[in-house]
T-cell receptor, first 115, second 110 residues
Framework: DSGVTQTPKHLITATGQRVTLRCSPR?????VYWYQQSLDQGLQFLIQ???????AKGNILERFSAQQFPDLHSELNLSSLELGDSALYFC??????????????FGQGTRLTVV | GENVEQHPSTLSVQEGDSAVIKCTYS??????FPWYKQELGKRPQLIID?????GEKKDQRIAVTLNKTAKHFSLHITETQPEDSAVYFC?????????FGTGTQLKVEL
C-alpha cells in the first residue's frame, strides 16, 4: 500500500457526462500529480498541485480541471466526456514540489470507462 | 518542456539473461531519474532512482547508470526472472514536473 488513496476504483459513465475523481495523498506529502494512462500507452502528465496551488501543467484538455483543497486532497474533474477519455487515471504524491524531493508514490488508479 | 524517450518499446529475454532499457531526456536541468515497474492492472512502483550527482547505482539485480553529458540513463536487470515481466517506465524530473517515458514491455521467457 503506497498510502495514496484514489476513489472510485472503477467508473462507468456515458458520453457527455461529467465525473470527479478523488485523490488523498500520503500523510505529509504536499504535491499531487495527475496522470492519464490509456490502453497500451504510457503515463501522460496532466497537472500538478503543490500545497493548494497549481505548479505545473501538462497536456490537460480544457474539458478537464483539477484542484487541491486545504486538507491537501485533490479532485480531477472531467466534463463533456468522450469515448477517448476512457483510461486509467493515476494520482501520485510526493513531499515537495521540486529539486531533491523524494519519489512520487502512486495510487491504485481510477479506471474510467466512457460508453 | 522535458521530453523523455525510451527504447525499446518491447523486450523479450530468456530467463537468466540480462535486460537493458535506455532513456534519453532533453532538459539539461533535470536532476532526478526514477524507474518504475508496472504490473498489469496495477499502479507503477518505484524500483530504483538516481540523482544527477552520481553516475551509477545498484540494488541487487538492478542497476541504473546516468550520463549527464549525453543526457541518457539506462536500467540494467541481471539474471532476469519470470516475475520481472512487466512494463518499465523511466522518468526525469526537471523543475516541478516528473515526465515519463513511453514504457518498455519486458517479457522474461522460461
Amino acid at each position: 500500500d503506497s498510502g495514496v488513496t484514489q476513489t472510485p476504483k472503477h467508473l462507468i459513465t456515458a458520453t457527455g457526462q461529467r465525473v470527479t475523481l478523488r485523490c488523498s495523498p500520503r500523510s505529509g506529502d504536499l504535491s499531487v500529480y495527475w496522470y492519464q494512462q490509456s490502453l497500451d500507452q504510457g503515463l501522460q502528465f496532466l497537472i500538478q498541485y503543490y500545497n493548494g496551488e497549481e505548479r505545473a501543467k501538462g497536456n490537460i484538455l480544457e474539458r478537464f480541471s483539477a484542484q487541491q483543497f486545504p486538507d491537501l486532497h485533490s479532485e480531477l474533474n472531467l466534463s463533456s466526456l468522450e469515448l477517448g477519455d476512457s483510461a486509467l487515471y493515476f494520482c501520485a504524491s510526493s513531499v515537495g514540489p521540486t529539486g531533491w524531493d523524494t519519489e512520487a508514490f502512486f495510487g491504485q488508479g481510477t479506471r474510467l470507462t466512457v460508453v | 518542456g522535458e521530453n523523455v524517450e525510451q527504447h525499446p518499446s518491447t523486450l523479450s529475454v530468456q530467463e537468466g539473461d540480462s535486460a537493458v532499457i535506455k532513456c534519453t531526456y532533453s532538459d539539461s536541468a533535470s536532476n532526478y531519474f526514477p524507474w518504475y515497474k508496472q504490473e498489469l492492472g496495477k499502479r507503477p512502483q518505484l524500483i530504483i532512482d538516481i540523482r544527477s550527482n552520481v553516475g551509477e547505482k545498484k540494488d541487487q539485480r538492478i542497476a541504473v547508470t546516468l550520463n549527464k553529458t549525453a543526457k541518457h540513463f539506462s536500467l540494467h536487470i541481471t539474471e532476469t526472472q519470470p516475475e520481472d515481466s512487466a512494463v518499465y517506465f523511466c522518468a526525469a524530473r526537471g523543475g516541478n514536473k516528473l515526465t515519463f517515458g513511453t514504457g518498455t514491455q519486458l517479457k522474461v521467457e522460461l
